[in-house]
């Protein structure tokens, strides 16, 4: 028995660094912030670092950027059209683009750019680190001259988009954005390694690094104030963001939200972080989320508009691909399809017809699904907060099913508790704490995220 082990306790183990919230930019809304020094700090020394989760591929977006108004002078971080990664200076014309793109709407990257062009070497003039790791592969790689850059200077500088020049506009998710002016530092100043997982780069606290003259930090835990400088600095100035666009989705607790990346069989247009998909064409649209599960209990909500007509609500099979994922029947079973043939509301898979009421424009599902019960798993749906379809079984044995739905001619706003392009005014959270929901999640049902899937099962 160890000796006055009641003096001299264990010691405690720190927890891990938490990041509390994003911002969303959502490109239809011009979504940025910006602000222009008074002065000039150190325009041949900085870094800048930023976590982010892309929203749109495929067309250019300024992670941030300077501009004084014209095309000849500025500096800019974005994904290109063909989604690699540049970063570079405009006068002179100076930049690198990766060989390698970056496609992955359902993780956070963490950028960093470190300048110093009074280094011997090109190489180590501009060093860009993705997820801890520096990129060595460019498909442009210029050289950087050792002259004053249009970063830290009296010219506006943006998050979002690049100062005032262009309409380049980011879509997706920003989070941790740090500008430090006068340093060159490494990536170890922003993130580290998990010791269970080496491979898996992750935020540590940045409150306590030097900013320097023009640095800034933006945390985003002000919804009414989404600008705001934590490191104690001017705050920088909204335009297009309102207190809707705070999100709990953040680098250490990542949400589902809709995947771009499928295949859509009609054409549908997603916006407001990948939360909202509006179908005009008339044919089927499908949505399908970045998250599957095979074990637990989860909850979401869908706030149906438009055309109150054959709407499928369910789970898919994750190995259901090309044509079969388009077709609504191809949910693994227990389907609630709204007002189909003429009025009537069926649950699917069953093959099973029931009248469970009629879904108004503006009402809000429940999505709650069990995968523990029944032999396959259950689904309950709630309509307003009743529950309209009880326990209805699964009719597929699939290892791991992700969140669809089916949509024709209406819009669909779906809410996993990180971000919803609805209005929230109840403000739920799940027993765990996460989410952020118009209604309680059921007892026992959580917001489908990484710290519920680490802490009970998915």
Known sequence: MPINSFIYPAPSTPSPYSVANSCRFNDDDSAYMH???????????????VWLKRGTLGSDQVILGSSDGSFGNGMFLQFQSDDTLRFGFQDPNQFKATNRVFRDCSAWYNIIVAVDVNEASNSDRVKIYVNGTQETS?????TMTDVD???????KHAIGRSGDYDSKYFDGYLAEVVNIDGQQLAATSFGEFDEDSPTIWKPIDVSGLTFGTNGFYLDFEA???????????????ESGLAAADQASDSPTNNFCTINPLYKWYAAATLSEGNCKVVDTSGGWAGAKGT???????WYWEIKLSGTMANHYHGVQEINVEGASAINPHTLTGTTLIYNYDGGETIIDGSASTSDYGTLDSGDILGIALDMDAGSYGQFT??????AIASNINLSSSSDYVIPASFILSCTAEFNFGGCSSFTISSAANDENGYGNFEFA???????LCTKNLGSDGG
Not at 35 to 49: A, K, L, V
Not at 381 to 386: F, H
Request: net charge negative; hydrophobic share 25%; proline share 5%.
């Open 291 to 297: 998250m599957a599960v095979s074990t637990g209990k």
């Open 35 to 49: 602000i222009t020094p008074g002065s000039n700090g150190n325009r041949q020394t900085f870094t800048i670092s």
């Open 138 to 142: 460019f498909g442009t790689d210029n």
């Open 441 to 447: 999640p059921p007892s026992g049902y959580l917001a």
């Open 149 to 155: 850059k249009d970063w830290n200077n009296t010219q």
């Open 223 to 237: 919804s009414d104030n989404l600008g705001n400088d934590a490191n104690g600095g001017t705050d920088l100035t």
């Open 381 to 386: 749906i709630y309509d307003q907060n009743s």
